[in-house]
């Protein structure tokens, strides 16, 4: 899965959930074997949990969307490393 560098999953699989069914919140090593993963889109799935450090370790992310979840927690300050990100988008979450 390592070749994979677009991931766009908006709004929950399943309209009448209130919950992402199919990841609920973003475990710890979700994302350890995306090491091309450019673009993520996850905006609006009522993701809950905080920033996955498997998430901050992905050196060619562009584009980083987790903007409208229930994400908490602060925001890693290792998220200024990502030189390549030029698009962040982190709004309507509960996150410090």
Known sequence: MSSVSQIELVSPINPNSTTFDALGHLSSGIFDDISKLQVLNLRANNISGGIPNSLIKRKELT???????????????????LTK????LLGLNNLE
């Open 63 to 81: 584009y980083l969307s987790l903007h409208d979840n229930s994400l908490e927690g602060s925001i890693p300050l290792e998220i200024g490393n």
């Open 85 to 88: 990100l030029e698009f962040l």
